[in-house]
């Protein structure tokens, strides 16, 4: 809570498994926690309230509409997150929706127009992964020449059924679509190809053009045992981050020379070992303790980081997520 001097009261509504993540990156970023409501008396909201001190802890939503608050904080399901979102853009307060908002996009279309003063922030936290950042930043000084994504969705289960699958890409997918999207920016057109799950495989392929350059690929698998990944290239630089919380940056190649016991040469990319994930995403989930510092930042001077999503943005996301799914 370091620099922070404005009281910021906050209203919490929903609470999940992932809730308490965000309230301790809301504490350590100065809000005060002030209100909090779930399902009408929930009983996660009542121990989340008691644990985190909340001043109210509220047995519906109307009751948290009554008290005066400075931003909210959304973590519903995701059915309900743009009916909330509605009556809350009647206070005219920022608001920070955990993603994706909704799996339709045309309801997050719609929501976005509703946003006269741009008050909504989407909670897309890998875009806080200090892993992220370190990229961005050798981004902003080299041509990217090439970006791959690797994407595997639910690996501890081999044979998903369709339901499964559609809700896994729609609420969780969206996630490292967007992040490649506030990396290397909205592609002009693209195209998809891929197996459907009837062959017993659903996988996508997904390749972004720019400029009219095939310039990125996104592989998107179901039931296979793999995690999210990404490499970007640049002449004479390579990063990988594999898991997306690491960050490896390859710069050289080495040769270990044929000996009698190998007889043939090995060439092996040579990575820098400065790097290290930022404290904060040691401490707390990581991303969420960035995501929070950049919310207050928004609530205490009414511009978005763009680190925190648009609604615009997450529509993009998610029009690419629905197009995934599709026959092919």
Same mark, same amino acid.
């Given at each position: 809570? +370091?620099?922070?001097?404005a009281? +910021? ?10 809730? @308490? ?24 909201? +009542? ?9 109210h ?8 509409? &009554? ?15 743009v ?18 908002v ?7 279309q ?11 922030a ?32 639910? @690996? ?10 559609? +809700? ?23 195209? &998809? ?26 592989l ?29 940056? *390859? ?37 969420? *303790?960035?995501?929070m ?7 205490t ?6 680190t925190?999503? @648009? ?16 026959k092919?």
């Open positions: 809570m +370091k620099g922070k001097t009281i +910021k009261k906050l209203g919490v509504i929903g609470a999940g498994s992932i809730a @308490s993540h965000h309230l301790r990156a809301a504490q350590e970023n100065g809000f005060v926690l002030d209100s909090i409501c779930a399902r009408d008396n929930s009983e996660n909201s +009542k121990r989340l309230g008691q644990e985190f001190r909340f001043r802890i509220c047995s519906t939503f109307e009751e948290l509409l &009554i008290n005066p608050l400075d931003a909210y904080l959304v973590l519903s399901n995701t059915e309900s997150q009916p909330i979102a509605r009556r809350l853009l009647e206070k005219k307060k920022p608001i920070l929706i955990e993603k994706p909704s799996t339709n996009p045309y309801l997050i719609e929501l976005d127009l509703e946003d006269k003063f741009k008050q909504v989407v909670g897309y936290n890998r875009r806080n992964l200090s892993s992220i950042h370190s990229l961005r930043s050798y981004l902003s000084r080299l041509p990217m020449t090439y970006f791959t994504l690797s994407i595997s969705e639910l @690996s501890t289960i081999s044979s998903p059924d369709t339901q499964q699958i559609a +809700k896994t890409v729609l609420e969780n997918t969206v996630h490292v679509l967007d992040l490649a999207f506030f990396l290397f920016g909205k592609p002009d057109y693209w195209k &998809i190809t891929g197996i459907d799950f009837e062959n017993r495989i659903f996988a996508r392929t997904l390749n972004f053009f720019y400029g009219g350059i095939h310039r990125g690929t996104i998107i698998t179901i039931g296979t045992p793999d995690n999210w990944s990404m490499q970007v290239y640049s002449p004479g630089h390579r990063f990988v981050l594999s898991p997306l919380e690491s960050f490896v940056h *390859y710069n050289q190649v080495g040769v270990r020379q044929i000996t009698p016991r190998r007889p043939n040469k090995v060439y092996v990319p040579l990575g820098t070992s400065t790097w290290k994930p930022a404290n904060k995403d040691m401490k707390f989930k990581a991303g969420f *303790y960035r995501q510092e950049d919310f207050y930042k928004f609530v001077t009414q511009e978005r980081p763009d925190l999503a @648009s609604l615009s943005e997450a529509f993009f996301a998610s029009t690419i997520a629905q197009q995934i799914l599709q092919i």
